[in-house]
Structures are given as C-alpha cells and as structure tokens.
Nanobody, 115 residues
Framework: QVQLVESGGGLVQAGGSLRLSCAAS????????MGWHRQAPGKQREFVAI???????IYADSVKGRFTISRDNAKNTVYLQMNNLEPGDTAVYYC?????????WGKGTLVTVSS
C-alpha cells in the first residue's frame, strides 16, 4: 500500500506561481510513473502532467510552457511548478502515482487563482 501526501496549494493572483509537492510512502514499493490531475468545480477530472521513472514528461496542452513536472526518486516525491497561473487553473489538484502496476491517488490540494 502506498500513501500520498500533497502540499503546496493555496490562493494566488493571476500571473503568480505555486509549487505543489506529493510525497509517497509505504513499505516495499517500486514507483513507475508520477503525475498530476486536476478537477475544477463542476467539471470532470483531467490530466495535467506525468513523468516517468526515467524523467520523460508529458503535459496537457493547456499547461505546456507554464507548468513543469519533476521528481526526486530518492525522496519518492513529485513536484509541479506552476507559473503564470490563470483563473482557469483553479481546481483541486490530485497526485497520481503508479507503483508496482497499481494506481494510487492523493486526497488533493486546492489551487485558487484570482483575477
């Protein structure tokens, strides 16, 4: 079993930046991919970014050039640096980790971008 703890959400003005973190813990697991999804009010959860164990990244078109995903394998932690935030980025951000072939989700952290 893998537990995920997210942090770094909050309220920011448009054009500002935030950095999200997600730390994975548990006993004897091997992490494959780490990533972020988000769910805005009244909308379905959507993909934001993913990073493989070798560092290969994929981004949603809506965040390309503004968000950067990275990971620290020694700390089992994934980060999402979000720059030039827009009101449309307001959502609950969820960390998703695939470990030993199983998906695990964090509880989410709220990001609110004011105009």
């Amino acid at each position: 079993q893998v537990q995920l703890v997210e942090s770094g959400g909050g309220l920011v003005q448009a054009g500002g930046s935030l950095r999200l973190s997600c730390a994975a813990s548990g006993s004897s697991f091997s992490i494959n991919t780490m990533g972020w999804h988000r769910q805005a009010p009244g909308k379905q959860r959507e993909f934001v970014a993913i990073i493989s164990s070798s560092g290969y990244t994929i981004y949603a078109d809506s965040v390309k050039g503004r968000f950067t995903i990275s990971r620290d394998n020694a700390k089992n932690t994934v980060y999402l640096q979000m720059n030039n935030l827009e009101p449309g980025d307001t959502a609950v951000y969820y960390c998703k980790v695939v470990a030993d072939g199983m998906p695990y989700w964090g509880k989410g952290t709220l990001v609110t971008v004011s105009s």
